[in-house]
């Protein structure tokens, strides 16, 4: 059974550019929650999908966005990129949501914004 | 508001035990989880905990205690592939849904 899969795994982009990262959950998975990890923050939660319809969203500006598909696949988006946004983008899927629902994370898209 | 505290840093012995604490308080709590970290790795699940009590599995153990908004993880026979970032995260009751709070990890390293 395949894992959850991330693309791209790297990527350098500059300040005021724009930046897709795309997720593809295990099969039968419909939740998809995307985190933002940082050496200083730790893990912070950016949103999470479900059945197409974002279930929550963290304390993120709306620079943050991101999208589910019919197949459950996801995407999230940052709009003019900053320094700060330099992180490990971490997508995790799930059977379902809340409760006991253990999430899978992927690898990750590390982001370098100079 | 939400805060979960665990330990930076921790150093311990191959075949040794270790335990990693965790706290936290929170509006609700609706579950408790463990994830191992290696670097440049994916968070992998350990455990989840929603009662007190404890749970075994394996090498490793996780204890929740609602009262005192307390946990552990406890890993015993410490091998060296132990050495890696240890998450504890508390699902939010509030909405429900996937949202984990994470604290910021407790990174282990276990020496020879």
């Known amino acids: 059974k395949a894992g959850v899969t991330q693309t791209p795994r790297y990527l350098i982009k500059t300040r005021g550019q724009q930046v897709t990262l795309s997720c593809s959950p295990i099969s039968g998975h419909r939740s998809v929650s995307w985190y933002q990890q940082t050496p200083g923050q730790g893990l912070q939660f950016l949103f999470e999908?479900?059945?197409?319809?974002?279930?929550n969203k963290g304390n993120f500006p709306g620079r943050f966005s991101g999208r589910q598909f019919s197949n459950s696949r996801s995407e999230m988006n940052v709009s003019t990129l900053e320094l700060g946004d330099s992180a490990l983008y971490l997508c995790?899927?799930?059977?379902?949501?809340?409760?006991?629902?253990?999430?899978?994370f992927g690898e990750g898209s590390r982001l370098t914004v100079l | 508001g939400q805060n979960i505290d665990q330990p930076t840093e921790m150093t311990a012995t191959e075949g040794a035990i270790v335990q990693i604490n965790c706290t936290y308080q929170?509006?609700?709590?609706?579950?408790l989880f463990w994830y191992q970290q290696h670097a440049g790795e994916a968070p992998t699940f350990l455990s989840y905990n929603v009662l007190d009590g404890l749970e075994e599995k394996g090498r490793f153990s996780s204890f929740l205690s609602r009262s005192k908004g307390y946990s552990y993880l406890l890993l015993k026979e410490l091998q060296m592939k132990d050495s890696a970032s240890y998450l504890c995260a508390v699902r939010d009751i509030v909405s429900n849904t996937g949202k984990l709070i994470f604290g910021q990890g407790t990174t282990l390293q276990v020496k020879p």
């Open positions: 929170t509006s609700g709590f609706n579950g």
């Open positions: 995790a899927s799930s059977l379902f949501t809340g409760g006991a629902g253990e999430l899978f």
């Open positions: 999908y479900f059945s197409e319809t974002q279930r």
